[in-house]
């Protein structure tokens, strides 16, 4: 015999435990990455331009010694594998990508297999070894900046073609974060060796000259959320203490004048500009005391190596076991753990200033 209350009654309690379990999914859908929702809210998208710091692979197909599509390169990247990415894993690109809620992964402009949906919400125009001056990138055989600014000139057209329609596209170019990392090459490369011909004085104004030009270039053409890198403490860099025979000390001191002289001088041109340039939006991405402060407190955030990097192809081919212990993945690039530490402060100062 069939028990009609008790069916009734089963049905109901099911469509109650029913009713609930849509009422949780719908608060969890809803404050599920609060931050990430709200960070995306007024960023379409991120260009990158500049050098290793945010190249995601532009030089793989390059002819230049200026590549790192090769173990162990990317070892600790997703898959083990090597995408040109300058480091053990992704870049600072990728998490400032990730931290504005656009994509985990920046891909790079002159990837073969790079997809027209990757395109709407930005992509890489860096290049690994690159400056603000030519003489820095071409011997290097490496993407000047202002070219990789022709570059994104292109990237415009193909994304009007994407898209279609000439005010989404417009609407993506002024509402996209354009990160710039470039003048770390410019001191090392060029200055250092005395190809510059110059003073640090006289080459600093010349490389804040260089990079309001590099700015302007992408207002005129319709971008109007700057975020600059000052360059990193290049005298901590474990590559430069080495050749500078200064392996006792953490960091080299000359080294670190030149780059904090360039970030002085940066900083101040950023403020000058964002009153010149109407609607623009400027925020002054401070690498160098962000970097320092790993370097002079390394314990503080979990690291027990900063000499020396976790990769030394001359001395050390094999690397390190564990590159999350280290501040430096090779000679001259951080590991991905000291960009991971680094980036939610910075992140945060991007959403406040640019939003």
């Avoid at 109901?12 to 379990?21: C, F, N």
């Avoid at 200055?191 to 640090?200: E, K, L, N, P, V």
């Amino acid at each position: 015999k069939i028990d009609t209350k008790k069916i009734i009654f089963s049905l109901i309690l099911t469509m109650l435990l029913t009713l609930a379990l849509v009422s949780v999914c719908l608060f969890f859908v809803g404050h599920a990455h609060p931050q990430e929702i709200s960070g995306n809210a007024n960023v379409s998208a991120l260009f990158a331009f500049g050098d290793s710091i945010l190249d995601t692979g532009n030089n793989n197909n390059l002819t230049t010694l200026s590549k790192c599509n090769y173990f162990p390169y990317g070892r600790n990247f997703v898959g083990g594998k090597a995408t040109g990415r300058f480091g053990n894993g992704r870049v600072f690109s990728d998490l400032i990508a990730e931290g504005l809620s656009l994509k985990p992964l920046l891909p790079a402009y002159h990837d073969p297999n790079l997809s027209n949906n990757d395109l709407p919400t930005g992509v890489c125009f860096a290049s690994g070894g690159s400056g603000l001056d030519e003489r820095t990138a071409k011997p290097q055989g490496v993407i000047w900046v202002p070219d990789q600014v022709k570059d994104f000139k292109e990237y415009v057209t193909k994304l009007l073609g994407v898209l279609g329609n000439q005010e989404k596209t417009n609407a993506i170019i002024s509402n996209a974060v354009y990160l710039t990392s470039a003048g770390n090459n410019d001191l090392v490369f060029t200055f250092w060796t005395g190809r510059s011909q110059s003073t640090i004085s006289a080459y600093t104004d010349l490389m804040v000259t260089w990079t309001e030009n590099l700015l302007k270039s992408l207002y005129e053409m319709g971008a109007r959320k700057f975020a600059v890198l000052g360059t990193v403490p290049l005298g901590c860099l474990p590559g430069i203490r080495k050749i500078d025979g200064d392996i006792s000390k953490l960091c080299s001191v000359t080294e670190n004048q030149w780059a904090d002289t360039f970030n002085k001088k940066l900083s101040v041109m950023l403020n000058t500009l964002e009153t010149k340039l109407p609607g623009a939006k400027f925020s002054y991405v401070d690498m160098y005391n962000s970097l320092l402060g790993l370097v002079n407190n390394p314990q503080a955030s979990g690291f027990t190596e900063v000499a020396d990097a976790c990769y030394m192809p001359t001395t050390s081919p094999i690397p390190c076991p564990d590159a999350s212990r280290y501040v430096f993945w090779d000679l001259a690039h951080p590991s991905e753990k000291a960009y991971q530490t680094i980036a939610p402060k910075i992140i945060e100062e991007l959403k406040n200033k640019l939003a």
